[in-house]
């Protein structure tokens, strides 16, 4: 029902900064939360960042004041807003949505976009 696209990875140097953008093809009104994960090579899809219907925001200690997580609903658009990017920030970013209907958990993911940072 839901499709996520994401766009804006690219190669950057530390320090340098990214906007990722995360195109929904329905109402954000639908769901709960939106959110970005990432994962490197061999690793653990990890969350990175959270924004809840009422506009609330988390972030995972390794990108908190550098990160920041926003949405356009006029749009249906989720931006992660990403500045003093480092090396270990490499990898590929997902965005997700949930959604809670009729007492079940629907999950949506994008097919990610790949962030580098050189060393």
């Known amino acids: 029902q839901a499709h996520l696209a994401e766009s804006g990875g690219g190669s950057v140097q530390p320090g340098e900064s990214l906007r990722l953008s995360c195109a929904v093809s329905?109402?954000?009104?639908?769901?709960?939360?939106m959110n970005w994960y990432r994962q490197a090579p061999g690793k653990e899809r990890e969350l990175v960042a959270t924004?809840?219907?009422?506009?609330?925001?988390n972030y995972a200690d390794s990108v908190k004041g550098r990160f920041s997580i926003s949405t356009d609903n006029a749009k249906n658009v989720v931006y992660l807003q990403m500045n003093m990017l480092k090396p270990e920030d490499t990898g590929v970013y997902y965005c997700?949505?949930?959604?809670?209907?009729?007492?079940?958990?629907?999950?949506?993911w994008g097919q990610g976009t790949q962030v580098t940072v050189f060393s």
């Open positions: 997700h949505a949930d959604s809670f209907v009729s007492g079940s958990r629907y999950e949506y």
């Open positions: 924004v809840t219907y009422g506009g609330g925001t």
């Open positions: 329905i109402s954000m009104h639908a769901f709960n939360d």
